[in-house]
């Protein structure tokens, strides 16, 4: 794992911004995973201001996305669907037929991860997959405990993973209890994977991923066998953490 050492957020965002354009140029029709959070969204911000100031095109571009509640409809504002439109999809010029995310209202649930999988394979893979991470260590939403052979599947949502992510919502209880997420095995298939990490929240994460045992009580140590991840993390979030 290469790690690269941000001064802080808006540094990471804008490293990371710089990192997928290059990829890119590189390689216009490329296949991106793409996360949803606090964490992706100051890379989302500098993608769009590059888009409009020089005009690097998605016409090409391929998105799968991490994850969406289950139960919440395109529709909903609080769906990741609605969320990716407004921080990114809305604002550059991506055809919504290469944008793919799980249909976290599909009747049968099961069928849509496995149609979901087939779709990624079928696209020919995962050229660089975006993660944030929980503090818990999830990726995706694969809580501790998730198998690292699990593909994409339908999850039960940690109650620190609810409470983390119900700033989004106007009531804890609104926040569902369970969603569809890529699996671990789904990500360790993308050829190429770019973590980004910030604040002090994540620090003890950070640690653990960097310094830790590979093991399923601590979902992102899987990364560890990834042969091309690199990190991007701020100071914050790497403070003491031994770099080996
Ligand atoms: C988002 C996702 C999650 C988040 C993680 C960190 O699609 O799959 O794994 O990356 O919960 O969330 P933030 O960035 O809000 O701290």
Same mark, same amino acid.
């Given at each position: 794992? #290469?790690?690269?050492?941000?001064?802080?957020?808006?540094?990471?965002?804008?490293?990371?911004?710089?990192?997928?354009?290059?990829?890119?140029?590189?390689?216009?029709?490329?296949?991106?995973?793409? %996360?949803?959070?606090?964490?992706?969204?100051?890379?989302?911000?500098?993608? !769009?201001?590059? &888009?409009?100031?020089?005009?690097?095109?998605?016409?090409?571009?391929?998105?799968?996305?991490?994850?969406?509640?289950?139960?919440?409809?395109? =529709?909903?504002?609080?769906?990741?669907?609605?969320? /990716?439109?407004?921080?990114?999809?809305?604002?550059? =010029? !991506?055809?919504? @037929?290469?944008?793919?995310?799980?249909?976290?209202?599909? !009747?049968?649930?099961?069928?849509?991860?496995?149609?979901?999988?087939?779709?990624?394979?079928?696209?020919?893979?995962?050229?660089?997959?975006?993660?944030? /991470?929980?503090?818990?260590?999830?990726?995706?939403?694969?809580?501790?405990?998730?198998?690292?052979? %699990?593909?994409?599947?339908?999850?039960?949502?940690?109650?620190?993973?609810?409470?983390?992510? @119900? #700033?989004?919502?106007?009531?804890?209880?609104?926040?569902? &209890?369970?969603?569809?997420?890529?699996?671990? %095995?789904?990500?360790?298939?993308?050829?190429?994977?770019?973590?980004?990490? @910030?604040?002090?929240?994540?620090?003890?994460?950070? #640690?653990?991923?960097?310094?830790?045992?590979?093991?399923?009580?601590?979902?992102?140590?899987?990364?560890? #066998?990834?042969? &091309?991840?690199?990190?991007?993390?701020?100071?914050? @979030?790497?403070?003491?953490?031994?770099?080996?």
């Amino acid at each position: 794992m #290469r790690i690269i050492e941000a001064h802080d957020y808006e540094h990471m965002s804008e490293l990371a911004a710089n990192y997928l354009i290059d990829k890119i140029h590189t390689n216009p029709s490329m296949v991106l995973g793409l %996360a949803t959070g606090g964490t992706p969204q100051g890379t989302y911000k500098h993608l !769009i201001q590059d &888009h409009q100031r020089n005009h690097t095109t998605y016409k090409e571009i391929t998105t799968y996305n991490l994850d969406e509640y289950v139960g919440f409809s395109a =529709d909903n504002p609080n769906s990741y669907h609605a969320f /990716m439109y407004e921080k990114l999809f809305g604002k550059i =010029d !991506i055809p919504s @037929a290469n944008i793919h995310l799980p249909n976290g209202t599909a !009747i049968d649930l099961n069928d849509e991860c496995k149609t979901y999988e087939e779709s990624i394979k079928e696209s020919g893979g995962i050229d660089v997959q975006l993660l944030g /991470m929980g503090s818990n260590g999830h990726i995706g939403f694969n809580e501790p405990g998730t198998s690292f052979e %699990a593909t994409t599947q339908i999850v039960h949502l940690a109650q620190s993973t609810r409470e983390a992510n @119900a #700033r989004f919502f106007h009531d804890i209880n609104e926040v569902p &209890h369970e969603a569809i997420t890529m699996g671990i %095995a789904t990500i360790m298939k993308s050829k190429e994977i770019l973590l980004l990490v @910030a604040g002090e929240a994540k620090n003890e994460a950070m #640690r653990k991923l960097v310094e830790g045992e590979v093991d399923e009580s601590f979902p992102a140590s899987v990364l560890n #066998r990834h042969s &091309h991840v690199t990190i991007i993390a701020d100071k914050k @979030a790497l403070s003491g953490v031994t770099v080996r």
